[in-house]
């Protein structure tokens, strides 16, 4: 019992983590989303939450339940998750996990779109979203830590790097999903793996393929490793 008690390395320290895709509506039925299952996020979430840290996570629609003792909003679009995330600051640190749509319709029709014979398709006219990192990453309340992901087809680490630069954040969690290794069961879209490389000002360290709950609990290790040199 006396083992249990001893403090918990993120004991004290408030964390906010976004994970899953963002939906777009298009109108009341249709919507534009990326491809993401939450569960990466879902996972860094709950390994935080199990360090002992104060954990919110901002999720988008998912079909995973919520993680046991983390505190979650649920959200839709990425202008409500970025409202969220910035309500939740100060924060000692932030994780963003999500697949925030890149786009949105300019408006989205408050009615159901209908086929119309002869009329052909609608042209959607889409506007860019807010980028929540870089918001949080420039932010006057920035957290002392602020990890981002990267998910790439092609130039892995220079695009890794460039958003690491870009958007303030200190790493950047990199991982390729071209060709048969992106999608599906298997895929690191939607499956239960993932193979890594953690992209930092002072280079790159290449994590070996392992379960997403695994990179969840080396990120929070590295999470707590690295605010254990600042004051609570
Ligand atoms: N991100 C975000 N808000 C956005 C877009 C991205 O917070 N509107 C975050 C993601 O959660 C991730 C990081 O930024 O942590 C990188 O996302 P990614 O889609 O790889 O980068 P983009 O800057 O959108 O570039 P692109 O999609 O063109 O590669
Ligand atoms: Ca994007």
Redesign the pocket.
């Known amino acids: 019992a006396m083992l249990d008690e001893k403090p918990k390395p993120l004991a004290g320290r408030r964390i906010i983590v976004t994970s899953g895709p963002t939906h777009e509506p298009i109108d009341p039925v249709r919507y534009i989303a990326?491809r993401s299952s939450g569960k990466q996020g879902h996972a860094i979430a709950a390994a935080l939450a199990k360090l002992g840290a104060d954990v919110r996570l901002v999720s988008g629609p998912v079909t995973i339940a919520d993680p046991a003792g983390v505190a979650t909003i649920h959200v839709e679009t990425a202008a409500q998750m970025k409202q969220a995330v910035e309500s939740l600051l100060p924060a000692d640190a932030a994780v963003f996990v999500a697949?925030?749509?890149?786009w949105r319709t300019a408006n989205a029709a408050g009615e159901k779109i209908k086929k119309v014979a002869g009329e052909g398709p609608p042209s959607l006219q889409m506007v860019e979203n807010p980028d929540i990192l870089a918001g949080i990453g420039h932010h006057a309340q920035r957290p002392g830590l602020v990890v981002g992901f990267a998910?790439e087809t092609q130039d892995l680490i220079a695009n890794a790097e460039a958003k690491l630069k870009k958007k303030g954040a200190d790493f950047i969690v990199a991982n390729d999903v071209s060709h048969e290794s992106g999608i599906g069961p298997s895929g690191v879209m939607g499956g239960d793996r993932n193979k890594v490389r953690i992209v930092s000002r002072t280079g790159v360290e290449e994590w070996p393929e392992m379960g997403k709950d695994e990179v969840a609990v080396r990120l929070a290790a590295l999470i707590a490793e690295r605010l254990r040199q600042t004051v609570v």
């Open positions: 990326n697949a925030v749509a890149d998910a």
